[in-house]
């Protein structure tokens, strides 16, 4: 009877996937700086390929994006991040620190979005899909205000490849989502300076 428990909850730990905690830090001196204008910087992926590859970055700097506006912070166009990254040259925008980017864009911070693993793992009846990602805020001094580092795996078991495959590897937006919900929990919400909330309200009477 124990042996078929442990059976049972060792299946139960490969059908749901294997969690981890997010390790995070934030600054001291976060609410000194409390950045509200963030831009989000194009994500960084070593040996990033075309095609399926460029659509799951994409996929996490939108879904950081729009997970920041929830949190209330205002974040800079994507596009208009992209137009200052090419003004700059690909080799300058690598160079360019947190400092300048802020400088040029006028925010407040600049997030740097850095994935560490996507590994798929299909054999017969069996898929696993590893994520990992490191998640950078700097400050417009280029001082460094929180960070994250986050890694997951989920598997499942299934008859049938192809449903098994399109429910671990090749639907990945919603692994994506609780991905970026888990990593944004460890930080703070935002908050608009007195200022940008008068200016707003300035229409009331």
């Known amino acids: 009877m124990i042996r078929r428990s442990f059976i049972l909850i060792s299946l139960l730990a490969i059908l749901y996937g294997c969690g981890s905690t997010v390790k995070s830090a934030?600054?001291?001196?976060?609410?000194?700086?409390?950045?509200?204008?963030?831009?989000?910087?194009?994500?960084?992926?070593?040996?990033?390929?075309?095609?399926?590859?460029?659509?799951?970055?994409?996929?996490?700097?939108?879904?950081?994006?729009?997970?920041?506006?929830?949190?209330?912070?205002?974040?800079?166009?994507?596009?208009?991040?992209?137009?200052?990254?090419?003004?700059?040259g690909p080799e300058k925008a690598k160079e360019a620190g947190p400092k300048e980017l802020a400088a040029d864009l006028n925010a407040d911070a600049v997030l740097y979005i850095r994935i560490t693993g996507w590994d798929k793992d299909r054999v017969a009846t069996y898929a696993s899909l590893v994520v990992g990602a490191a998640f950078e805020l700097y400050s417009s001094g280029a001082e460094m205000l929180w960070r994250a580092d986050y890694s997951t795996k989920e598997s499942d078991f299934r008859l049938e490849k192809k449903p098994l495959e399109l429910a671990v590897i090749k639907i990945y937006e919603p692994r994506v989502q609780r991905f970026i919900d888990a990593v944004f929990s460890t930080l703070p919400e935002g908050s608009a300076p007195a200022q940008a909330q008068k200016t707003f309200f300035q229409w009331l009477p």
């Not at 910087?41 to 040996?47: D, F, T």
């Not at 700097?61 to 994507?78: C, F, G, H, S």
Request: charged residues 30%; proline residues 6%; aromatic residues 10%.
């Open 26 to 88: 934030l600054s001291p001196r976060y609410n000194e700086f409390r950045p509200y204008t963030v831009a989000v910087a194009p994500v960084i992926w070593k040996g990033q390929a075309e095609g399926e590859d460029k659509n799951i970055a994409q996929l996490f700097r939108e879904m950081t994006a729009d997970k920041l506006r929830a949190m209330n912070y205002r974040v800079l166009p994507l596009d208009a991040v992209d137009d200052k990254v090419r003004q700059l």
